[in-house]
Structures are given as structure tokens and as C-alpha cells.
């Protein structure tokens, strides 16, 4: 990065003032925000540009003026120095680029969490208080957690009301080994359960995947937060009084829930719980289509045979495992749509607004 010598053609005093003004302001503009990488610049032994300027133009000078070109390269050498114990001295880098530093600075905006992850820590952090602890699970999963073992059998009627993307090439492997995105996090219960034994009371949030078109409500991939309580004389009072103040903690605590038969695989009776519409209060509006009610999330009490293919594996590891025998202890279970909980809470119409990245529709919830 060294620049070329520059030429002195002649060595009267007025020249010699002019040339030495030249370097001593190239030193004052040369960037000594690393010092050592200066020092090199001007000093060093050999590459040095002091050096060579001062070679070139001492080789060349007739006798006399040798004195008068010795004594400006001492100053100029004094104030290479100067610069580099004192570097703030050296002009400030806005100085010379001539930025007004009276003008207002930019302004960077911290970041804020997105509004589905807001929800779905809103909702986990409800199980906190009650207890209860977080647990993840693989987006990629096997048709064993997904399905079988939440008594989905093969070709089961109950499959199709989750259409499945599975994974490609999959076809050779046997059918509970084959890899799919996982529908729902129900999977993970299976996992949690095989991993420990009873009490467990878990939240799962996460990811889930289905192979539906994107519409005003739907989306391909969108975010469940999971529930599992197993212990001895769990009741489904227990799952109506959790449920009841979890949706109380998340729409305030005028709303009351109700619970109607509903059908899932895994749990046994299984429940769909009605939240009364938080936009009317119950009277009946556009919103809750004039019933007063809103649905909101699936429920039940763990299907005995739920807790058998736990058992089943857990033997595989103790063959005298007995920690799941449903004479002994029971669970309810519970899922909940993360997106359908935003666009209640904020009166969101379309699912779509947090997927597009617009940071007009972000920013509302800094
Ligand atoms: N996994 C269900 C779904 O995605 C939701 C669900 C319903 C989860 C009932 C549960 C439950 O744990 O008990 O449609």
C-alpha cells in the first residue's frame, strides 16, 4: 500500500517548505486507528516511506542542502512519533470525510419478538406457573410417534384428517420407521413418556407440518403448544379446571369454557373446549358466526392404549416395566393451535400476515 516517492526537483528553501508541508499532512490524514500498522507504514526499517523518501532525495541533493533535508526529516520523524503516542491527536476520521456531527444519529430499533412466538411463550409460560416443564421434539418424524403409538393404526379413517407430508423414498422401510413432518406435536408425548416415567406434567410447543392449501386460516406449516399430565388420580376435573384457568390466564378472566364430545385416537373420552367470544362476550357476533362461542383446542383423557404402546417399548429396554399401567395411573392430554390463539387475541383475520415478513404488520406488537 505504499504510495509512489514523490519527486523533489529542487532542493531551494520554497521548494523544500512545500514538499515537507505535502508530508506532514499526509502523516496528519494517514489512519492511525491501528498503530502498529502505521508505525510499519511511516518507520518501517526497510519497506518504511520515511526511509525511502528520505533516500531518494538524499541521493540526489547537492552538499548543501543536505542539513536543511537531515533537519525537516527529524521533525517530520518527531511527528510520526507524536502521533503514535498520542493517536488521539490524530484528527477524527468524521473530520476529515466532513460529517456534521450536529445532525441527528440513525436511529436503529431494537428487535421484538414475533407475535406467534409471543403467543406461544404467553401460553407455555401459563403451564410454568403451574408446574409444569418444557419439552421438544424432531420436525422429522417417524410414522411410530406420529401415528401408531397414538393408536393411529396403518390405513386408519383418523390419518386422513391429517394430511400428511411425508418424506421422500421412504417405501422400502417399514412402515412404522417411515419418515414424515410431523402433523402435530402429540408425538412428543409419546417420547416423553418412554424416556420417564409418571408424574410428568409437560408443554410441548412447536412446529407442525400438513400438506393443506394456504388460505385465510390455514397454512402448511404452523405452531401447536402441547399439554401432558400423567399421575395417579388424574381426572378429567383436573383437565377441565387446568384448561379453564389456562384460557382465563390467556383472554382474562371474564371468559368461561365449555367442553364438547369430540373424537381423537389418543385420548378416551376426548373433548373439543369452547371459549365464549371474547368480541361479544357471548352475546353472538360475525366473529364466534353467532353462536357466542369460539373452538379453540382438543382434549381428553390418555387412551389406555396409548399408555400400552409405552409400555411396550419401555419393556424393550426393562421388561418388567410397569410404569404406565393404566390401572395404576392416568393423564389428560392437550393441544392447542398457536396462530388460531394470535388472531384471536390480536383480531387477526388472516393467517397469513405472520408468515409475509411485513414489517408494518410486525411492528404493531413491539
Ligand atoms: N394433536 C391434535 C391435532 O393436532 C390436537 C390434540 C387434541 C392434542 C387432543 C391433544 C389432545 O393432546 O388430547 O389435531
Known sequence: MNEAIPQLTSYDEPSLEAAFATLSEEVRTTDATDPEAFRLHWLGRKQGRLKLISEAWLKSAPAEARKPLGIRFNQLKQQIEQALESPVSAPAKSEQQGIDITLPGTVR???????????????????HHLG????LGPQVESDFYNFEALNFPPNHP???????????????RPSRDRLLMRTHTSPVQIRTMI???PPIRIVIPGKVHRNDAADATHSPIFHQVEGLCVDTNITFSDLKGTLDHAMKALFGS????RFF??????????????????FCGGKGCRKCKHSGWIELL?????????????????????????AYNPEKITGFAFGMGVERIAMIQHGISDIGHFYSGDVRFLEQFA
Do not use: W
Not at 371474564?254 to 369454557?257: D, Y
Open 254 to 257: 371474564a371468559v368461561k369454557t
Open 132 to 135: 409444569y416443564s418444557t419439552n
Open 158 to 172: 383418523a390419518r386422513d384428517t391429517q394430511d400428511t407430508l411425508q418424506i421422500a423414498a421412504q417405501h422400502t
Open 109 to 127: 430499533a431494537p428487535g421484538i419478538p414475533h407475535p406467534l412466538l409471543k403467543t406461544m411463550h404467553e401460553i407455555v409460560s401459563v403451564f
Open 261 to 278: 364430545p369430540s373424537f381423537f385416537p389418543f385420548t378416551e373420552p376426548s373433548a373439543d373446549v369452547q371459549i365464549s367470544c371474547i
Open 298 to 322: 382438543g382434549c381428553g383423557m390418555v387412551d389406555p392404549a396409548v399408555f400400552a404402546s409405552v409400555t411396550e417399548e419401555r419393556r424393550k429396554l426393562n421388561p418388567s416395566d410397569d
Open 195 to 197: 424416556a420417564q416415567a
